[in-house]
C-alpha cells in the first residue's frame, strides 16, 4: 500500500503555505511513473519570504540565538527521536517518491538519525583558542554561525542529504532554507513537520520545493544568504561558485560527482572484491556519487573475475522497490533513464563490449537491467563520464605504478578503493590516489565520524565529522589590551 502523503506545501516560518504564485509540480513514483502528489512551486517570491524568516530567526534576541549551545544539542536529539519513531514511515515514503529499495532506505533512515545525534553532541564543543598574541594584550577567538545558510540537496538519497545539511547548520546555530530537489522533495517535507514538532522556533528552519533555475537560483542570488551548500552536478556546482561572488560574497561547500576507481589486485580475496564491486557500482541503481564506476581488474585474475562479476550482475533480481525481496528498482524518472540507456548505447558503439544487462525492463517504470562492460579502456566516454545508472566498467590494468596514473587521470576525486592482501600496496595507494575517501577492502562504507568530500571536481569543503561545523561558522578574534604587569 502507498503511504499516506501528509505534506505537499511550502514550510515557512513554522506554517504550511502555498506558494505565492499559486503554482504547482506533479511528484511521480519511478515504479510507474504514476503521479502521486502536486507539489506547491516555490520561486523568488517565497524564497524571499523564506530567507526574511530565517533572517529574523537568526536575529541577536531572538528566542534561537538565546538559547545555549546545549539546548540546540537537545532539540536536535528530539529530532533525532522523532526519526527514529517514523523510520518505517520515512523509509516508505523515501521508496515511493524516490525509488530507492526499502532496505536501502530503511539504512539512510538510520544514518539520517546517526547524522542528527552526532551533531546533537557537537552543537556545544563549538570553542575557540586563547592565544599568546605578542604584545601588551589578550587574545580569543569565538566561532559564530555564519548567518542564513541556503541548503540545496540532490533527489538521490534526499533524507540522508537533508539530514547532513541540516542538523550541521543547526548544530552550529544557523538559521536555513532548504530547496529539495524537484523530482523526489515528499520526504524533505516530511522531516520539516518533525522539525516542527521537535520544537525549533519559527523561521529556524523553512523548506521551499521547487526547480533549479526558479527557486535554486534565487537562493544563490539573495543578498541576505550568507552560505550556499549544495549536493549535485558539477555543472550546477560550478555555477553555483561563480555565482555565490556576484551579489553578496557567499561561503560556499559543494558535494558534487565522482568516477570512483576501484581497484582489485592479483592478491585480492576475490569473491569478496566480486560482490563489493559490483554492490558498490549497482547500489541505489547506480544512483549515487561514490558509486565504483571505473573498475580495474589486474592482469592475472582479469578473466576470473569477469566471469564472476557476469554472474553476479545476471542474478540480481529487479523489482518493485517497495518489495523487501528486490535487490534493484527504477531510475528516478524519464531522464535519467534515457540518459543512461544513451550512454549504454555510446560504449558499444565505441567498442566496449556489453556482457550482460542493459536493457529496459517492462513497459512501465523507469527500471534498467545492471550492465557490465568489459574491453572498457580509459579514451572511452563510459570511463570518463560520470553515469549515474547502474554500468559497471571493467578496465584491465598491469601493475600498481600504471593503476595509480590511470586512477589519477580525471577532473574527479571523490573516493577510491583498493582489494589487496598486501599492506604495502594498499598504502602506496592511498597516499598517491588524489581522493577524498580511500576504502581498503571495503567500498560504500559510510560512517558519521568521519569526514566526507571531494578532490578536484569533486567538491570543496567536507560534511560529517568533527571539523563539519566549521563550513557553517566563522572565526572571530577578540584582542583586549591588558597589560603585561600587574
Ligand atoms: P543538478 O545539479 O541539476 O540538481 C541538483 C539540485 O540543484 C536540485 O535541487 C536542482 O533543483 C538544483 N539546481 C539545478 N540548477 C540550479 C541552479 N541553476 N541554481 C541553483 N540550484 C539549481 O543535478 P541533476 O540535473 O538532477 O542531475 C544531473 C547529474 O548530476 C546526474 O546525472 C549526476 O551525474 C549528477 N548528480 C550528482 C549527485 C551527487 O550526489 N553528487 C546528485 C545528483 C546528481
Ligand atoms: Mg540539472
Not at 515504479?31 to 533572517?55: C, F, M, N, P, Q
Not at 578536484?456 to 603585561?484: F, H, I
Request: proline share 4%; net charge negative.
Amino acid at each position: 500500500m502507498a503511504p499516506a502523503i501528509k505534506y505537499t506545501k511550502l514550510f515557512i516560518n513554522n506554517e504550511w503555505v502555498d506558494a505565492r504564485s499559486g503554482k504547482t509540480f506533479e511528484t511521480c513514483t519511478p515504479h510507474d511513473g504514476t503521479v502521486t502528489a502536486r507539489i506547491a512551486e516555490g520561486d523568488k517570491a517565497d524564497i524571499d519570504l523564506a530567507v526574511s524568516a530565517a533572517k529574523a530567526a537568526f536575529h541577536r534576541n531572538s528566542e534561537w540565538r538565546l538559547l545555549d549551545a546545549s539546548a540546540r544539542g537537545r532539540l536536535l536529539n528530539k529530532f533525532a527521536d522523532l526519526i527514529q519513531r517514523d523510520t518505517q514511515y520515512l523509509a516508505e515514503l523515501e521508496s515511493y517518491d524516490n525509488g530507492m529499495l526499502i532496505g536501502f532506505a530503511m539504512r539512510n533512515v538510520a544514518m539520517a538519525e546517526n547524522l542528527a545525534r552526532y551533531n546533537a553532541g557537537l552543537a556545544d564543543k563549538i570553542q575557540g583558542d586563547t592565544i599568546p598574541a605578542d604584545g601588551e594584550v589578550f587574545s580569543y577567538t569565538l566561532k559564530q554561525p555564519v548567518g542564513v545558510c541556503g541548503l540545496i540537496l540532490p533527489w538521490n538519497v534526499p533524507i540522508l542529504m537533508f539530514a547532513a545539511k541540516v542538523t550541521t547548520a543547526l548544530a552550529a546555530g544557523c538559521t536555513v532554507v532548504v530547496k529539495p530537489a524537484e523530482q523526489s522533495p515528499l520526504t524533505a517535507l516530511a522531516l520539516a513537520a518533525l522539525l516542527n514538532e521537535a520544537g525549533f522556533p519559527p523561521g529556524v528552519v523553512n523548506v521551499v520545493p521547487g526547480f533549479g533555475p526558479g527557486a535554486g537560483s534565487s537562493l544563490t542570488h539573495h543578498p541576505d544568504v550568507a552560505k550556499i551548500s549544495f549536493t549535485g552536478s558539477v555543472e550546477v556546482g560550478k555555477l553555483i561558485q561563480r555565482t555565490a561572488g556576484e551579489v553578496n560574497l557567499k561561503r560556499v561547500s559543494l558535494e558534487l560527482g565522482g568516477k570512483n576507481p576501484l581497484v582489485i589486485m592479483n592478491d585480492a580475496d576475490l569473491e569478496l572484491a566480486v560482490r563489493t564491486a559490483a554492490n558498490g557500482v549497482f547500489a541505489n541503481q547506480g544512483q549515487i556519487c561514490l558509486a565504483a564506476s571505473r573498475l580495474y581488474v589486474q592482469s592475472g585474475i582479469y578473466d576470473q573475475f569477469v566471469q564472476k562479476a557476469v554472474d553476479f550482475a545476471k542474478n540480481i533480481k529487479i523489482g518493485n522497490p517497495s518489495d523487501p525481496t528486490s535487490r534493484h528498482g527504477p531510475q528516478i524518472d524519464l531522464e535519467m533513464m534515457t540518459k543512461v540507456l544513451g550512454y549504454i548505447e555510446i560504449g558499444k558503439q565505441e567498442g566496449a563490449k556489453l556482457m550482460t544487462g542493459g536493457d529496459c525492463v517492462g513497459d512501465k517504470g523507469f527500471y534498467i537491467q545492471p550492465a557490465v562492460f568489459i574491453n572498457v579502456t580509459d579514451d572511452m566516454t563510459i570511463a570518463k563520464e560520470e553515469i549515474f545508472g547502474p554500468v559497471q566498467c571493467i578496465l584491465k590494468f598491469d601493475t600498481l605504478e600504471d593503476v595509480i596514473d590511470r586512477a589519477n587521470n580525471t577532473n574527479y576525486g571523490l573516493v577510491a578503493g583498493i582489494f589487496t592482501s598486501n599492506i604495502n600496496t594498499a598504502l602506496q595507494f592511498s597516499k598517491h590516489v588524489q581522493a577524498g575517501t580511500i576504502w581498503v577492502n571495503n567500498w560504500l562504507v559510510y560512517n558519521v565520524q568521519v569526514p566526507f568530500g571531494g578532490f578536484k571536481d569533486s567538491g570543496l569543503g567536507r560534511e560529517k565529522g568533527m571539523d563539519c561545523v566549521n563550513a557553517y561558522l566563522e572565526v572571530k578574534t577578540v584582542t583586549v589590551a591588558q597589560p603585561k604587569k600587574l
